[in-house]
């Protein structure tokens, strides 16, 4: 974990210049607040906030209720969330500790305890910025799909995984992502 921590150290200062035009962008154009900051379920279900650079405006209908995601996305919300530039922030929560540069995608608490047995699998080790789901379709699973990734990640998890995993995750974010076979 200490070296996770020093990697994501690294990632968070050399790519400090990215995460803070993207910063400035993100307040050009969505205003306040520049950062998405959500609870999430981590390891044995022990709950964190995750830190996410905002996508979405704070629209609401004539009663006061959020609209639907897709009627407040931005342009550019959509583009950060195609390169992966939104989950830069993540680098915080791995130096902290809350989560791996690689794992399953942390999820909503609820979402977790509804996933019964494979939740507790998924909940037996850290959640990470990147995930076997995440280089394997990612959007274009369905949830039982990214789940069954996610367990057989940690039935499978070694060092060589995780470097092909982070790997893979350059060429999504360059290239963009295919559901692979």
């Known amino acids: 974990m200490l070296l996770q921590r020093l990697i ?20 050009l ?3 306040r607040p520049v950062f ?19 996508t979405m405006r704070n629209n609401r209908d004539a009663k006061g209720e959020l609209l639907p995601d897709e009627a407040r996305t931005s342009a550019f919300g959509a583009f950060l969330r ?21 794992g ?13 047995h494979d939740g507790a699998i ?5 959640p990470g910025m990147t995930g076997w789901a995440q280089v394997n379709g ?4 369905s949830n039982d799909e990214k789940c069954a990734c996610d367990v057989w990640y940690v039935e499978n998890r070694n060092w060589k995984l995780d470097t092909q995993i982070l790997f893979r995750t350059l060429h999504v974010v360059l290239f963009g992502e295919k559901r692979s076979s």
Do not use: C, W
């Open 138 to 141: 990612n959007t274009l699973l």
């Open 82 to 102: 195609k390169t992966r530039l939104d989950e830069l922030p993540g680098f915080i929560n791995v130096m902290k500790g809350d989560m791996a540069l690689v």
């Open 104 to 116: 399953p995608r942390p999820l909503l608490p609820e979402t977790v305890s509804a996933m019964g």
């Open 36 to 54: 998405f900051i959500q609870e999430r379920s981590g390891r044995l279900q022990q709950n964190f906030k995750l830190i996410k650079f905002r």
């Open 29 to 31: 154009t969505l205003g």
């Open 8 to 27: 994501a150290l690294v990632g968070f200062v050399v790519l400090l210049p990215v995460m803070t035009i993207t910063a400035v962008a993100v307040l």
């Open 122 to 126: 998924r909940a037996s080790v850290r």
